[in-house]
């Protein structure tokens, strides 16, 4: 009877060992993220302070996106402005979007 309770034991912890993610031990998780950056071109509707509202082309969504203008010190920007927008990729889903600008240019 013991023998029985040590086999079934074996049996039902075997597949819940052999299904654990770690190998080494450790709990460190690896960060499938895409870091690279994505440029988008639009045109400024409104500026308030540093941020900007900005209408252009993300991706296959169109339509206003906030772009903080503070990552440029050495352009004015003014409504009616292109502008060349780089970012991290990532889109909030706000109304309008939010990004995290990492650069911006103006386009002449």
Do not use: W
């Not at 029985?4 to 597949?15: C, D, E, K, Q």
């Not at 950056?37 to 996106?65: D, P, Q, R, W």
């Not at 990552?71 to 939010?98: C, M, R, T, W």
Request: proline share 2%; charged share 20%.
């Amino acid at each position: 009877m013991f023998r029985l309770r040590i086999g079934l034991a074996i049996i039902f912890l075997l597949p819940i060992l052999g299904c654990s993610s770690s190998i080494n031990g450790s709990d460190e998780k690896t960060n499938d993220i895409y870091t690279g950056s994505v440029y988008f071109t639009g045109t400024i509707n409104e500026i308030t302070g540093n941020t900007a509202l900005v209408y252009g082309k993300l991706g296959s969504t169109e339509g206003n996106v906030y772009v903080d203008l503070s990552v440029n010190k050495v352009d004015k920007f003014q409504v009616g402005d292109k502008i060349n927008v780089e970012y991290d990729g990532i889109i909030l889903e706000s109304h309008p979007a939010k990004i995290n600008t990492l650069s911006v240019e103006l386009m002449e």
